[in-house]
C-alpha cells in the first residue's frame, strides 16, 4: 500500500534534507589555515594521483570499448556478406547478425552514456563478395572461426575491466 500524499511529501523532505545534509558534510567549509602545510600539499598531491588513475581507467575503458565497437562492426559486415550461403544456415545466420548488432549497439551507448563516443558512429568499410556457394562457406568457416577468436579476446579484455 502507498503512504498517503501528506506522508509522502514529509518523506520527501526528509529525503531532500539527508541528501543535502551529506553534501554540506562532503563539502569542505570555511579557511584551512589551522591545518599544517604539508598536511594540504600531501591531500593535493593525493587528489592529483587520483585524476591521473580516474584518467587512465577511462582511457583503458575508452580504448577497450572503441576496440570492441569496430570489431563488432567489421563481423556484422563480414555476416552480412555471408548471406545466401545456405538455406539451413539462414537462420542461424540472421541470429548471430542481430546479435552481433545488438552488442555493438550496447558498446555504443554505453560509450555515448559515459561521453566517449565518437561525434559520428564509424562504419566499417567495403565487405569482401562472396560469389561462389564454395566461396560463402569458405569465409563462413573463416568468418565464424575469427569471429569466435575476437569475442573469447573481447570477453576477456571486458573480464578484465570488471576485476576490482
Not at 44 to 61: F, N, S, T
Not at 91 to 98: I, R, Y
Amino acid at each position: 500500500m502507498s503512504p498517503e500524499p501528506p506522508l509522502l511529501s514529509v518523506l520527501q523532505l526528509l529525503l531532500w534534507h539527508s541528501a543535502l545534509w551529506m553534501v554540506q558534510e562532503a563539502t569542505p567549509l570555511g579557511s584551512a589555515s589551522s591545518l599544517p602545510q604539508s598536511f594540504l600539499l600531501k591531500c593535493l598531491e593525493q587528489v592529483r594521483k587520483i585524476q591521473a588513475d580516474g584518467a587512465a581507467l577511462q582511457d583503458r575503458l575508452t580504448g577497450c570499448l572503441s576496440q570492441l565497437h569496430s570489431g563488432l562492426l567489421l563481423y556484422q559486415g563480414l555476416l552480412q556478406a555471408l548471406a545466401g550461403i545456405s538455406p539451413e544456415l539462414a537462420p542461424t545466420l540472421d541470429m548471430l547478425q542481430l546479435d552481433v548488432t545488438d552488442f555493438a549497439t550496447n558498446i555504443w551507448q554505453q560509450m555515448e552514456d559515459l561521453g566517449v563516443a565518437p561525434v559520428v558512429q564509424p562504419t566499417h568499410g567495403p565487405m569482401p563478395t562472396f560469389a561462389s556457394a564454395f566461396q560463402r562457406r569458405a569465409g563462413g568457416v573463416l568468418v565464424a572461426s575469427n569471429l569466435q577468436r575476437f569475442l573469447e579476446l573481447a570477453y576477456r579484455g571486458l573480464r578484465y575491466l570488471a576485476e576490482p
